[in-house]
């Protein structure tokens, strides 16, 4: 695999990455040094290649993953996994001041806490949404459905119709909900979670993936900030 382009958009040729299929590991064999957001970002995007079979002859595609950018690169959620997400996201939302650890694909994501301070009336009546249901509690909010997406992407990476699927696992999303309209709310969540002054998300122009950056914090990074 070759790195994605740098600042200036030049991009290098020279291998970065080697992977064993034998072993099914990756060995790296570029540069140890350099800018420390673009090494972390072409570590996710090699999970992102191998972890979606984008590698041959010993050769990990980053090129091909571009050609994912409008497609859904991960499997629905099993019955079993959307339930325990729907148990972890009822216990996220009852305590929305606080920041929460989801499990998902093995590994835990956290994300950040709705709001801070003093918690709404919770005989407040949720402002209408059409992609999201009714009753749900007050703090349930569109942004806060879709970070929590975001946030449990296989490795923190990967397509925006990947972020649809998992948003649909979530009990507060409307079923009746289409496609097209989840896809327009989603892409402009996305982009809203991106401007915000400590954004959990960032997109690579490169490979058209969104890269979600909180995925190495801990609780205790959003308490004390």
């Known amino acids: 695999a070759t790195a994605p382009p740098d600042g200036s958009g030049t991009h290098s040729t020279a291998p970065v990455v080697r992977f064993d299929p034998r072993s099914a590991k990756v060995a790296w064999i570029g540069p140890l040094d350099g800018d420390v957001e673009r090494l972390e970002t072409m570590e996710m995007l090699f999970y992102f290649a191998i972890?979606?079979?984008?590698?041959?002859?010993?050769?990990?595609?980053?090129?091909?993953?571009?050609?994912?950018?409008?497609?859904?690169?991960?499997?629905?959620?099993?019955?079993?996994?959307?339930?325990?997400?729907?148990?972890?996201?009822?216990?996220?939302?009852?305590?929305?001041?606080?920041?929460f650890t989801y499990h998902a694909h093995g590994t835990q994501c956290v994300v950040a806490p709705i709001r801070k301070g003093k918690i709404a009336n919770p005989n407040t009546t949720?402002?209408?949404?059409?992609?999201?249901?009714?009753?749900?509690?007050?703090?349930?909010?569109?942004?806060?459905?879709?970070?929590?997406?975001?946030?449990?992407?296989?490795?923190?990476?990967?397509?925006?119709?990947?972020?649809?699927?998992?948003?649909?696992?979530?009990?507060?999303?409307?079923?009746?909900?289409?496609?097209?309209?989840?896809?327009?709310?989603?892409?402009?969540?996305?982009?809203?979670?991106?401007?915000?002054?400590?954004?959990?998300?960032?997109?690579?122009?490169y490979h058209k993936l969104w890269i979600y950056l909180h995925r190495r914090r801990r609780p205790a990074h959003f308490s004390s900030s």
């Open 51 to 99: 972890s979606r079979g984008q590698y041959r002859n010993s050769k990990v595609k980053l090129r091909s993953v571009r050609q994912l950018r409008s497609t859904k690169t991960i499997d629905l959620s099993t019955k079993s996994e959307r339930s325990a997400f729907r148990l972890e996201e009822v216990v996220r939302y009852a305590h929305p001041e606080q920041p």
């Open 126 to 205: 949720a402002r209408h949404h059409f992609l999201l249901c009714p009753d749900r509690p007050t703090c349930v909010s569109l942004l806060g459905v879709v970070r929590d997406a975001a946030a449990r992407l296989p490795g923190g990476v990967g397509t925006r119709p990947d972020v649809v699927t998992l948003l649909r696992d979530s009990a507060f999303v409307r079923e009746s909900a289409t496609d097209a309209q989840v896809n327009q709310v989603v892409s402009g969540a996305m982009d809203r979670l991106h401007a915000e002054l400590d954004p959990c998300v960032r997109f690579d122009p």
